[in-house]
């Protein structure tokens, strides 16, 4: 197992990608602190995993809080060891709607989940793993971060600030052994959709060029790879997994 001995955070873990990231990582061989907010549904799937002989532990986290991202890694550290492997993947879709409808609570929120947590849970890890000159931060952006989703301002503006960040903090640390990057997705078959309405999954649809969504699971492998010691040269990358949608 290429991944044993390892310690990782996984946000988002309830389900979805951050679930089957989880579940890969394990079974490579990490111990993986599976984060949401989620709690219940968090549970379960970790004792799903559990009953697997997988080693994960499931804590509650609100990652756009630096109260609840500080107790999430300390609880990895006293349960696990330092952590080697960060995956910073919580986010929602928000809602629908033409800039003009957007509201400033639309916006901050937005910003909160899926922007300001990559700061806050990448900021809590990075010293340590500067001093242990070894790490590996995957973020999970989105191609509507690259291109941008009309009636998804909000979304798209915060998925383009984790490629950023992504690029920036990869530039910080490349001397000292600790790889970022970023991962973008297009469509892909997770509860997330549920946010959605059907002309706005069928935008994204059409504009794939092998005409389906993606699986969490084809998602994990990428995720897998990119936090292993194969991928020796890769950081600072936006890595599309769009099933061909992506044009640059």
């Not at 929120?109 to 010293?127: E, T, W």
């Amino acid at each position: 197992m290429s991944l044993k001995g390892r310690v990782a955070i996984v946000t988002g873990a309830a389900r979805g990608i951050g679930l089957a990231a989880a579940e890969r990582l394990a079974a490579e061989g990490a111990a993986v602190l599976m984060a949401d907010y989620d709690i219940e549904e968090l549970s379960r799937a970790a004792a799903g995993l559990s009953a697997n002989r997988m080693s994960v532990h499931a804590h509650r986290a609100d990652v756009s809080n630096r109260t609840d991202v500080e107790a999430m890694t300390h609880a990895a550290r006293e349960r696990f060891g330092e952590i080697d492997i960060l995956v910073n993947n919580a986010g929602i879709a928000g809602r629908a709607a033409p800039l003009e409808e957007i509201t400033d609570g639309d916006w901050d929120r937005m910003m909160d989940v899926d922007l300001k947590s990559v700061y806050l849970c990448s900021q809590a890890v990075i010293a340590r793993m500067k001093a242990r000159r070894s790490g590996r931060i995957i973020n999970v952006a989105s191609i509507a971060g690259k291109e941008g989703n009309p009636n998804m301002i909000p979304y798209s503006t915060a998925k383009a600030g984790v490629i950023g960040l992504t690029k920036a903090l990869a530039k910080e640390v490349a001397s000292f052994g600790v790889y970022v990057n970023a991962i973008a997705p297009a469509v892909i078959d997770t509860p997330i959709l549920q946010q959605l309405t059907h002309e706005q999954i069928q935008y994204m649809v059409q504009r794939i060029p092998m005409g389906r969504v993606g699986k969490p699971e084809e998602v994990a492998a990428l995720i897998f790879w990119l936090a292993s010691d194969e991928a020796s040269f890769t950081t600072g990358q936006c890595i599309d997994i769009s099933g061909g949608r992506a044009t640059y």
